[in-house]
T-cell receptor
Framework: AQRVTQPEKLLSVFKGAPVELKCNYSYSGSPELFWYVQYSRQRLQLLLRHISRESIKGFTADLNKGETSFHLKKPFAQEEDSAMYYCALSGQSKSGAGSYQLTFGKGTKLSVIP | NAGVTQTPKFRILKIGQSMTLQCTQDMNHNYMYWYRQDPGMGLKLIYYSVGAGITDKGEVPNGYNVSRSTTEDFPLRLELAAPSQTSVYFC????????????FGDGTRLSIL
């Protein structure tokens, strides 16, 4: 079974402070990991995925297979970063090879204090 | 491009009623998904489809049915609404599976009373 754990429901940081949103996963195979974000009154949208190894809006995330983690980091928080963040894992579904499903964590609400 | 469009945005049903949540996408994506999100929880997969005519169960399929007669449309049917189905429902689509990003609709907030 695949599982994604985001231990913090709410994270408050001051503007300019570093941000780290934690994500731990459980999966027996080789995972594909994502961070999705939902800004106020907007749709849930992809922020970044580990396979791309990219930095989006100053955020980065490194897959640590030893610790089974995929924490999201940003060195200096901005007010516009305030949003709901979801970590997600894409793994093989019960239907077998070629069928994948996305498992989401419960989400962390990031609040950046001016 | 509208992306993924869900209708209705809000609905209140009585126990035992039926309804269909509509989802359509204009990106020519093969994969489509239905999720539900209960308060304080992550999204859970109800059903998904890898192409027209092909559907499969996700994590929480009981009480729901789907069909995929065209690439664009993926309706979700509730046959006998129960209070446990009160939730926010999201439809999503992607070009492929696994590592391809999913594009989400705005969601449908459904209350069963």
């Amino acid at each position: 079974a695949q599982r994604v754990t985001q231990p913090e429901k709410l994270l408050s940081v001051f503007k300019g402070a570093p941000v780290e949103l934690k994500c731990n996963y459980s999966y027996s195979g080789s995972p594909e990991l994502f961070w999705y974000v939902q800004y106020s009154r907007q749709r849930l949208q992809l922020l970044l995925r580990h396979i791309s190894r990219e930095s989006i809006k100053g955020f980065t995330a490194d897959l640590n297979k030893g610790e089974t983690s995929f924490h999201l980091k940003k060195p200096f928080a901005q007010e516009e970063d305030s949003a709901m963040y979801y970590c997600a894992l894409s793994g093989q579904s019960k239907s077998g090879a070629g069928s994948y499903q996305l498992t989401f964590g419960k989400g962390t609400k990031l609040s950046v204090i001016p | 491009n509208a992306g993924v469009t869900q209708t209705p945005k809000f609905r209140i049903l009585k126990i035992g009623q039926s309804m269909t949540l509509q989802c359509t996408q204009d990106m020519n994506h093969n994969y489509m998904y239905w999720y539900r999100q209960d308060p304080g929880m992550g999204l859970k997969l109800i059903y998904y489809s890898v192409g027209a005519g092909i559907t499969d169960k996700g994590e929480v399929p009981n009480g729901y049915n789907v069909s995929r007669s065209t690439t664009e449309d993926f309706p979700l049917r509730l046959e006998l609404a129960a209070p446990s189905q009160t939730s926010v429902y999201f439809c999503a689509s992607s070009y492929g599976g696994a590592w391809q990003p999913q594009h989400f609709g705005d969601g449908t907030r459904l209350s069963i009373l």
